[in-house]
T-cell receptor, first 115, second 111 residues
């Protein structure tokens, strides 16, 4: 069964350091999402890609966060510099729009702890 | 403003004790309502999509239903392995397929 891959699974870093997360979507899925999830809350969308283009990054803190999907396949989310408040689960999801149907499938996530 | 509210926040049941989780929503035009299961430290796992009022879907001990204002996730004779957080999300027609998420219901099934 095809799955969304993410790495690393866990990341511990110190405040002001740079961190990067990688996501490989399900093969053939043109749409890719990065979410941030704080414990006890639903996921919060950070950025949405359609192929290599950004569809929506209105909730991405652009002073420190960046995301790219250069060849329209895998994607990287970067934080520089990391702050204490960035500690959260970072989730990647992908989807294949068929007609009006779109189901997002999630990877295992990256748990980030900023010390 | 589009909004999703889930209740209760947490639910403790004995094994075999059936119950329901609620997801109420306000959205300009509903394209679909999604249910996901999330285990601690993992990403959400897709369960169901519902598109129109009156629709029902089942999977093992779970059944999801939809009205014009809310959805229920019914769990029948639950087992400890059903313990998880259940997330509800809605997708509006004018949303670029983005999801509006509820905060989830944490379900604990005691043996």
């Amino acid at each position: 069964e095809a799955e969304v891959a993410q790495s690393p699974r866990y990341k511990i870093t110190e405040k002001s350091q740079a961190v990067a997360f990688w996501c490989d979507p399900i093969s053939g899925h043109a749409t890719l999402y990065w979410y941030r999830q704080i414990l006890g809350q639903g996921p919060e969308l950070l950025v949405q890609f359609q192929d290599e283009s950004v569809v929506d990054d209105s909730q991405l803190p652009k002073d420190r966060f960046s995301a790219e999907r250069l060849k329209g396949v895998d994607s990287t989310l970067k934080i520089q510099p990391a702050e204490l408040g960035d500690s959260a689960m970072y989730l990647c999801a992908s989807s294949l729009i068929v007609g009006t149907t779109d189901t997002q499938y999630f990877g295992p996530g990256t748990r980030l702890t900023v010390l | 403003e589009d909004q999703v509210t889930q209740s209760p926040e947490a639910l403790r049941l004995q094994e075999g004790e059936s119950s329901s989780l609620n997801c109420s929503y306000t959205v300009s035009g509903l394209r679909g309502l999604f249910w996901y299961r999330q285990d601690p430290g993992k990403g959400p796992e897709f369960l169901f999509t519902l598109y129109s009022a009156g629709e029902e879907k089942e999977k093992e001990r779970l059944k999801a239903t939809l009205t014009k204002k809310e959805s229920f996730l019914h769990i029948t004779a639950p087992k400890p392995e059903d313990s998880a957080t259940y997330l509800c999300a809605v997708q509006a027609w004018d949303s670029n397929y983005q999801l509006i998420w509820g905060a989830g219901t944490k379900l604990i099934i005691k043996p």
